[in-house]
C-alpha cells in the first residue's frame, strides 16, 4: 500500500544505508596490522560486536559518554579475550577506528538504486545517533551526502533516538509536520518507537533478521522500499 502523504523521509546511516558491520571490520583489520596486533579477526569482531551493541545502548540511555564508550568496548573485548594489550595501544586503536572507519564505504545493497528513486519525489534527510564528524565523513566518501538536506545527529541535537527531542529538532530543520513524515530504519527501539511516538509514519528495515512485529511494515531489503513509495 502506497504511503501517499508522504513528503519527507528521514534515514538511520548506520546499519539501514551504511552497512556498518562490513566497514568496521575491514577497519579492524586494518588497523590490527598497522599496530601489529595479532588476533584473529573473525574471533574478535564475535566477541566485539555484542559488546559494542551494548555499549551503544548505554550511550543511547546517556549513561556512559563518547570517550567511554570508544575505549570501553575495545578493553572489555580485548579482557573478555585474555589478550594482553596496554591502556595506550587500546586509546591508540580507539582513535585510529575513528580516523579509518570513514575510508570505507561499503553501502547496503540497493542503497544508491532506492536513493536514486526517492530522490525526485521526496525530500531526504538523515536522523543518526552517530558522531558528527563520523557520519558526515561517512555520507561525504560513500557520495551520497547530496541525496539529503537535513542530517541531524545526537551530538547537535543535545539527546539521541528514541528521545523525542531529537526527531521534533529534525522535523523543524526540515520545516515539515509528522504527518506528512516517514522514519526509515533498524532499530526497533531508536528508530521505530521513538519516531512512532513523536507521530511519524515508520517502516522498519529489519537488516539483522529479527522477530516479526506488529509496530509497522517490516522490510528485509531497501528495493521493497518501491512498494510503499
Known amino acids: 500500500m502506497k504511503l501517499n502523504n508522504i513528503t519527507h523521509i528521514f534515514f538511520d546511516l548506520d546499519h539501514t544505508l551504511w552497512d556498518f558491520d562490513k566497514n568496521s571490520g575491514l577497519t579492524f583489520e ?8 595479532n588476533i584473529k579477526l573473525v574471533d574478535f569482531l564475535k566477541v566485539y560486536e555484542p559488546i559494542n551493541f551494548n555499549y551503544w545502548k548505554l550511550y543511547r540511555d546517556e549513561k556512559i559518554d563518547k570517550e567511554s564508550l570508544r575505549y570501553g568496548r575495545l578493553s572489555d573485548t580485548f579482557y573478555a579475550l585474555n589478550f594482553d594489550i596496554k591502556s595506550g595501544m587500546i586509546n591508540k586503536l580507539s582513535e585510529e577506528y575513528i580516523t579509518y572507519l570513514c ?6 545493497d540497493g542503497a544508491t538504486e532506492i536513493l536514486e528513486y526517492l ?36 551530538e547537535l541535537a543535545g539527546v539521541k533516538k528514541p528521545h523525542p527531542e531529537i526527531f521534533e529538532l529534525a522535523l523543524e530543520k526540515a520545516n515539515v509536520t509528522a504527518d506528512k513524515s516517514l522514519m ?17 509514519e515508520v517502516i522498519h528495515f529489519n537488516a539483522h533478521g529479527e522477530s516479526a512485529h506488529e509496530h509497522c511494515t517490516i522490510v528485509h531489503s ?7 513509495l
Do not use: R
Not at 521513538?194 to 507521530?199: L, P, T, Y
Open 119 to 154: 530522490f525526485p519525489k521526496y525530500q531526504l534527510h538523515i536522523i543518526t545517533n552517530g558522531f558528527k564528524e563520523v557520519q558526515q565523513g561517512k555520507l561525504n566518501n560513500a557520495h551520497i551526502d547530496h541525496y539529503f538536506d537535513v542530517i541531524m545527529d545526537s
Open 184 to 200: 526509515i530504519g533498524d532499530s526497533l527501539e531508536a528508530d521505530i518507537l521513538g519516531a512512532k511516538e513523536v507521530g511519524f
Open 30 to 37: 586494518k588497523i590490527f596490522k598497522l599496530n601489529n596486533i
Open 222 to 228: 531497501l528495493a521493497e522500499l518501491k512498494k510503499f
Open 103 to 108: 575510508t570505507y564505504n561499503n553501502l547496503f
